[in-house]
């Protein structure tokens, strides 16, 4: 059940690490790095999510 859950509150928090970079610190250009390895994250998640469903 919880497999449900984990990875929607990764995605919450990964959001609220774009947001506050986007608006607050203002410097998400020089994240980009992260930025690509957070979507690659679940980007893979996601397929393989859908590969066991």
């Keep these: ?5 984990i990875p929607i509150a990764f995605l919450a928090v990964f ?3 774009v947001i506050y ?3 607050i610190k203002r410097d ?3 994240q ?4 690509m390895l957070g979507g690659f994250f679940f980007g893979v998640w ?3 999510y ?3 469903k």
């Design 32 to 35: 980009v790095n992260n930025l």
């Design 28 to 30: 998400l250009k020089k």
């Design 1 to 5: 059940m919880l497999r449900i859950y």
């Design 46 to 48: 996601g397929l393989i």
């Design 21 to 23: 970079r986007l608006f």
């Design 15 to 17: 959001l609220g690490w």
């Design 50 to 52: 859908l590969a066991l």
